[in-house]
């Protein structure tokens, strides 16, 4: 993947991050990065034992600064602040310092003084503290990514929607882009991106709203069957409880404070280069409170689960019985239409028997997603489980032109 000119610097950062993780295999880095083994062991090597500036085409920073004024602290103080679009206050300041080891760190209470001092920080603005909450995140990187579109704003030539996605277990931002429509195929095209350059996740959560979920009741769309193709289980939040992606919301509201509030955006480009320019600082430099005051590029790896280019054919076993839905999202099975779904049209299903008797469960790929219940006598509630669901009202219209597929 060739490196545009505004994120060369933090694709090389992130490259070596990676790289120095225990056990990576750096060739795979290499290959995913779209750079040579040659130009990836040149990073590294520069990396460590020059740190940051060995990335860079030629430094401006001193090799050593050991007698710092005063008024250089404060100096680099309000640079820090600035350029969290005067947001930041005296810890994340602080945390953020501490990685430049040439600096003699103030407390943060100094810090918070110094901002005050220089009228950028006012106690009306002061955000109070909510109280204690309880946190819950997953254990490894990649076990769990959310996404969620940010709440679109108008800029001069139509309006802009963000669409962000977060690791859960390290905040790590792993899509931030700036979209003109919030549809299935343009959520796809930049996962595509992700997955390429990260790897594939073993779960993904999201709302309820489309293009996740269907609005007119449907369980699965187009997309989210893609996303069973890959191997990636879907979740979805609880409607009306957007605690449930409280990372995302948490990364909307600093994505508002930090980029967007106070600015006028052109285009969609324009908006593009501002999340470009912000990304890196966000997942390299800003300490989060909930990771102890690291960043979420020291607690993020990429997945070894690679992105297939060319998706492998579907395999079942040798006992399941494989039905393929039809272009209404119907099955026939135990001479009967069953609905799956509209969204797994054209697609391969197997139904597994259970041990309960007349209770077949739904597979696609390695997902249960409904079950058939052969029980009820009541066509109006029979097979009424998760989503599958018998023709309500006789054999579907096409099943009456041909012999339905018995077991």
């Not at 009306?124 to 076990?143: I, K, L, V, Y």
Request: positive net charge; charged residues 25%.
């Amino acid at each position: 993947m060739p490196f545009c000119e505004v994120s060369a610097m933090a694709q090389k950062r992130e490259f070596v991050m990676f790289a120095l993780n225990e056990g990576a295999n750096v060739r795979e880095l290499c290959r995913r990065f779209g750079i040579s083994p040659t130009t990836g062991y040149k990073w590294i090597e520069r990396y460590q034992a020059e740190g940051l500036a060995g990335l860079t085409e030629r430094s401006r920073r001193p090799h050593s600064s050991p007698q710092r004024t005063a008024w250089q602290v404060e100096a680099k103080v309000l640079e820090v602040r600035d350029k969290s679009n005067n947001v930041w206050g005296g810890r994340k300041i602080k945390g953020a310092l501490e990685k430049d080891s040439e600096l003699e760190i103030p407390a943060a209470s100094t810090i918070t003084a110094i901002l005050r001092r220089h009228e950028r920080l006012t106690e009306a603005g002061a955000a109070q503290h909510p109280g204690p909450w309880q946190r819950f995140e997953r254990e490894t990187p990649n076990e769990l990514w959310q996404m969620d579109f940010k709440g679109h704003f108008a800029i001069h030539s139509g309006r802009c929607h963000p669409l962000t996605t977060l690791d859960d277990h390290s905040r790590f931002n792993l899509v931030l882009s700036a979209c003109g429509n919030e549809q299935g195929r343009t959520v796809r095209g930049e996962l595509e991106i992700a997955f390429r350059h990260y790897g594939l996740p073993l779960a993904m959560l999201m709302d309820g709203g489309p293009p996740w979920s269907d609005p007119g009741g449907e369980l699965y769309t187009v997309f989210s069957v893609w996303l069973l193709r890959l191997g990636i289980r879907v979740l979805h939040g609880r409607p009306r409880h957007p605690q449930t992606q409280g990372k995302e919301e948490r990364f909307h509201r600093t994505l508002k404070a930090e980029v967007i509030s106070g600015r006028s955006f052109g285009d969609l480009a324009d908006c593009q280069r501002a999340f470009d320019q912000w990304r890196p600082r966000y997942n390299h430099e800003r300490p989060h409170e909930a990771l102890d005051m690291a960043t979420p590029a020291e607690r993020y790896r990429p997945s070894p689960r690679c992105f297939p280019e060319v998706l492998p054919a579907i395999e079942y076993g040798p006992g399941d019985k494989v039905r393929k839905v039809d272009s209404d999202g119907f099955i026939s099975f135990r001479n009967r239409p069953w609905r799956i779904g509209k969204a797994f049209r054209g697609e391969l299903v197997a139904l597994r028997s259970t041990d309960q008797d007349g209770l077949f469960s739904v597979h696609y790929c390695s997902h249960r997603i409904a079950t058939l219940d052969l029980r009820s006598t009541d066509r109006e509630a029979c097979g009424l489980v998760d989503n599958a669901k018998p023709c309500p009202q006789g054999p579907h219209p096409k099943q009456q032109q041909k012999q339905p597929v018995s077991s």
